[in-house]
């Protein structure tokens, strides 16, 4: 029967372990026990002395890198929304120049379409490890197909659906400032993967979903929906 007082949470085990074998040994020494046969413990102790801060290094030089990463891009798409807003408004751009720049090419034939009026909602669907599946369809279509599926087709006039995300420790809540979120993607096919890093297994993804027009505005947000990533 396997021990069942070894800790599992890592930093438990360390302190566990070490105890163990300073215990284990003394007792052996009580003993006149040969020393010696504790020699592969103590080598596995070591090994383990040895990997553990290594491991926990790396994961807060990763946690550190990743809000690093997260502030530049958000600093980033700071500074893109005035340029692109900028550049849709001068006179002389022309649906060519928005094209190879990436920006939304305007509609300038009919009505102006209003921004998205409703709101969509987001399923989240466990994937393999480490990714969430997506499927966004629209609250007006949430009664579905007739057959109790929702219907993915998004609103009339627009783009798609802009997905914003934060990671949170497991028993955090959702961040309340849209500002703590970060811009993963426009979806625009009503379904779409999230992959996440290792060390982010076993935290809480939070979403926020709009639509998107095809001029760029956004609609209202949908409700935040969370959903644990798969270690």
Known sequence: MPEQR????DGDFAAYANHYYEA????YEAQGLDPDLLTPLMKALEAWNAAYPTHVAAQNA???A???KDAAKRELERQIRPVSAFIQTYPKTTDADRAA??????????APVPPPQSRPLLLVEAGSRLTHRLRIFDERAADGDGAGNPRKARPRGTLGAEVYLAVVAPQEQPPADFGNYTFVRTVTSGAAEVSFEPTQGGSRAAYLV???SATGEPGPWGETVTATVAA
């Open 24 to 27: 284990v040994k003394k007792f």
């Open 6 to 9: 070894i800790p599992r949470a």
């Open 66 to 68: 990743r809000q690093a």
């Open 62 to 64: 990763a946690g550190a």
């Open 210 to 212: 709009r639509w998107v």
């Open 101 to 110: 720049i990436g920006i939304s090419v305007r509609d300038t034939g009919g």
